[in-house]
């Protein structure tokens, strides 16, 4: 059978959404651990994680490679891969892209929103690229394993990113700006080259993501899922839900200020509505994928390519993507194709 | 082919002692990574060592279970397992055991000389044994598969370990004190009941913990191994030379006063003879394991006891250490059934 996985999720963590995550079957969720955090910091988080598998060993256990997902399938449980949404994670040190790849780490974003060490971030005026560390990072990223996320990132640092990695990168969470034109969400010319590159897209449900926000229909969403097929390619195209689900205003203020100004900034937001809007009635929580799978099946898809949607182009993903570069071709791609 | 096993070195790392490694036909070797760093500056050795297995792939890679050292025979590599002499790099955080062990920590001393958060030094003038942090936290390292290194701890606390343990602790790098009497060496009786748990002695070369010092007869030191064997049991010894190799004397410094001091200690040295001693003239480097392994069969020790002292045993006791809790007597001592 094929898994369900998703592509991103920030959630206030408690048993409630890891029994959540089993009552809607997911296999697999890329967390985000860190925004701006820093090494240290975000190791604490880390320890935070490592407690909750030992605490909820039947519910969850922490992800590493592909394999994982069909184990986590087999076992009824759901495997937690780790991701980053700034290189904050990094500081200025480019030996903690393997350390933390073997603490687990297997995305990592270039920038969240603002210039960052190595790119730039889509909120910026100017975007002024790959920076030199940036280009030196990516290709660390390359040798280890660490899949370049940009879905907060510029277009032209994107477009840098997709030139430079010698792997495919992904934007694990955002829409087609033809569809609602939001500074996060990417054009067609960009994720053509996306999918040309054999980088990969996973479909946000965030509302400020939205054509409509909040009131967005199911069906609405469905059709632009296809059109990103067709954009992309259709093996390319995944869930990234972007749920947040239980966290309290404070952390959205912490994800898009951090430490970097001490005035207020909305990011996606606005000063009427400052905090997380809600998610669409269709989509809650972890219980409610077989409503995506559901509303895919309406739109018209077949029954393989909803497979894909809902996990299947992740999990191809996955194998290509997370071991050292000379192994992932050999053996993590011989486990898939095993598994699946 | 029974695998050559160092229990301890602490060398200034180069191409150079790479290349006397393979020299040496030394499979595996338990390094120091760490003294009194903390937790950020022990991953900064951490880097210098990722870039060590990147530079030499053909000389050194990182082992993690014992498995890693039949690997290393079969490609002519030598494994490098890392360890702690000081608990310093878990600063108060019981939560970076398990981080630690991530990233390659396979032994920690619960304490160098002083006394630590967890235990008592062996030149502290009260050994109150193992504080309530030390048994959370030798409880956690029995969990994830660090062992307990008591080395340089007081003879009180290094009981205390033994009892409290629930898997077998080392002392990596001492000799007998009935042979040498100083500080660092160990009583008999704290060896028979180490013997008695299961827990496993490397024997030191370094001067300071051998008789007569730089000036020890390679006989001497053979016949030590024979009586240590009575002691322990012989199959729970083996070596741990303590090479500290190419080693400036602002290195041992460093290993004597970190940051605890501004008055100058000589631990196991003496004002006269403040720096780095010379080592005997029969083990200088890592091309001199097989003077040992000449050594130990002039004293009359047969062929199957010499294996176990230059890494067999070793080797199985690195079988049941690594791995968590529930594995290890699994999977691991399968996999060293297989090659042994």
Known sequence: MIP???????????????R?????????????ITYHE?????????????RWFERFP?????????????????TERTAIFFG????????????????????????????????????????????????RMGRAVVAEMNRVGLVVDMSH???????????????????THANLHSWYPVLRNKSDALLRALGESGGFLGLSIYPHHLRNGSACTLQDWCDMVARAMDLVGPEQVGIGTDLCQDQPDSIVEWMRTGRW????????GHADAAGFPAMPHWFNDNCDF??????????????TVIDGVMGGNWLRFFAISFGTAQTDQTKECRVVALST
Chains 1, 2 share one sequence.
């Open 84 to 131: 980053s949404q700034n290189p904050s994670c990094i500081e200025d040190d480019i030996g903690l892209v393997e350390v933390l790849h073997t603490l687990g780490l297997r995305f990592m974003q270039l920038t969240y929103n603002n210039q960052s060490l190595l790119a730039s971030g889509c909120y910026e005026t100017v975007d002024s690229g790959l920076t």
């Open 4 to 18: 369900v996985i998703d592509g991103l999720q920030y959630a206030k963590w408690s048993e409630k959404i890891f």
């Open 261 to 268: 100004t001490k005035a207020i900034d909305y990011g996606e």
């Open 290 to 303: 077989e409503n995506l799978r559901a509303g895919l099946k309406a739109a018209g898809l077949e029954q």
């Open 153 to 171: 990132s510029g277009e032209r640092s994107t477009f840098d990113a997709i030139e430079h990695s010698t792997r495919p990168i992904a934007i």
């Open 20 to 32: 959540q995550m089993r009552t809607g079957r997911v296999d697999a969720v890329h967390v985000t």
């Open 58 to 74: 039947n519910l969850i256990f922490h992800g590493r490679t592909a394999a994982d997902v069909q184990i986590a399938r087999d």
């Open 38 to 50: 820093t090494f240290r910091e975000t190791v604490q988080v880390i320890e935070q994680w490592n």
